[in-house]
């Protein structure tokens, strides 16, 4: 996070393959005007609290820690991320509107912002949230619906004991989405969630085989020159080292809960 802590990404895909802007991707002047960077340098302090997803749900308390004035943007879509210790799969939460910052030297404000659940099977968060780098495209920010379509084929199956999916209520009063609404939209985000969930499962093992193919030919390099040796008269003063071979960023498209960032 901000901080420099490692926090679990609550998504079973890594960042990089989930179409999420990165704003340390890509350094640049507009990095000092983004909340997470400025952050990172402790030239803002930030502390958000969750009181659950919907409207005015997190609040998010900034202050400009140095003598200067502070401008800077927090995007809509921003993600905010349930830190690790709770022992439960706890949802991250989506801002849905763009928000601009002004802060005078060692000036506090306290935001109190409307956000999406980021995902349908997990529990409803109450408490300390970690601004990430990253934030959700706009073209997926129309409606809580639109955005649990995006998530799911990203979430590991559900567990819809006290997940977000069932706070009829909220849903409601927050997004206009009746029970009937979210009922039938379960389904089709379960339907979402196991192709999904088969796509990285099928992944892992075209994967698997790949990796036990290529280590299978690397054996048998050493093999073909021993048995060439005698017919060629040649020697070898390399001793038949067949090399290395490396197979880097092993952890793509699974294994979200190992991923930190």
């Not at 210790?85 to 601009?100: D, K």
């Not at 639109?146 to 990203?154: G, I, L, Q, T, Y």
């Not at 192709?195 to 990796?211: I, K, P």
């Amino acid at each position: 996070d901000a901080s420099g802590a490692d926090v679990p990404w609550p998504y079973q895909v890594s960042p990089a393959n989930m179409g999420l802007a990165d704003v340390t991707s890509a350094p640049g002047p507009h990095e000092q005007y983004h909340a997470f960077e400025l952050s990172s340098s402790g030239a803002l302090a930030l502390d958000a609290q969750a009181s659950g997803f919907g409207n005015g749900a997190l609040a998010v308390r900034m202050r400009n820690t140095g003598g200067d004035s502070l401008a800077f943007d927090l995007p809509a879509g921003s993600l905010f991320v349930a830190p690790a210790g709770n022992g439960c799969r706890m949802q991250p939460l989506i801002t849905r509107q763009a928000v601009r910052v002004e802060l005078g030297a060692e000036e506090e404000k306290e935001l109190m912002l409307d956000a999406y659940c980021g995902d349908s099977g997990a529990r409803v968060p109450r408490g300390t949230m970690s601004l990430s780098p990253y934030s959700v495209s706009d073209d997926c920010l129309s409606s809580q619906a639109v955005v649990w379509r995006w998530s799911a084929p990203f979430q590991p199956k559900s567990e819809r004991q006290f997940a977000a999916s069932e706070d009829f209520r909220t849903l409601e009063e927050s997004f206009g989405m009746s029970r009937q609404e979210a009922q039938e939209l379960f389904g089709e985000l379960a339907e979402l969630i196991a192709r999904g969930t088969s796509d990285r499962e099928h992944q892992e093992v075209a994967l698997q085989l790949q990796l036990e193919k290529a280590r299978d030919q690397a054996a048998a390099v050493p093999c073909v020159q021993t048995q060439r040796s005698p017919r060629t008269n040649i020697s070898d003063s390399s001793g038949g080292r067949s090399g290395s071979m490396s197979f880097g960023g092993g952890s793509s498209s699974g294994g979200g809960g190992g991923c930190s960032w």
